[in-house]
């Protein structure tokens, strides 16, 4: 059983930085991309970023690049996001998230992942 745990999150001023963890465990950590997404009240679930099994390529939406940045460490099982430069706009919920198939690259559709954590809220006051 896959399981993906965030922390990290708070209530930070705009232009301050966070740095969101994810904690993954029930499989082979190294093998597989892992994602962050991010829900806003009464938006829809938005792909930030994403990284692959090595780390050798990563993905971001437009709106958060030079901004945040995505990184792992494989040999403790963590995958983290580290937020600069905050934005109101960045408050949200954000989710860690992992595919299905070792296969899938960093991608930034969401119907690629198939475990997500519980959340973390981001919280960027202006």
């Known amino acids: 059983q896959v399981q993906l745990v965030e922390s990290g999150g708070g209530l930070v001023q705009a232009g301050g930085s966070l740095r969101l963890s994810c904690t993954a465990s029930?499989?082979?950590?190294?093998?597989?991309?892992m994602g962050w997404f991010r829900q806003a009240p009464g938006k829809e679930r938005e792909f930030v970023a994403a990284i692959s099994r090595t780390g050798g390529s990563t993905n971001y939406v437009d709106s958060v690049k030079g901004r945040f940045t995505i990184f792992r460490d494989n040999a403790k099982n963590l995958v983290y996001l580290q937020m600069d430069v905050l934005k109101p706009e960045d408050t949200a919920v954000y989710y860690c998230?992992?595919?299905?198939?070792?296969?899938?690259?960093?991608?930034?559709?969401?119907?690629?992942?198939?475990?997500w954590g519980q959340g973390t809220q981001v919280t960027v006051s202006s």
């Open positions: 998230a992992a595919p299905q198939s070792l296969f899938t690259g960093p991608s930034a559709t969401l119907t690629d992942y198939a475990y």
């Open positions: 029930g499989r082979t950590f190294s093998s597989y991309t």
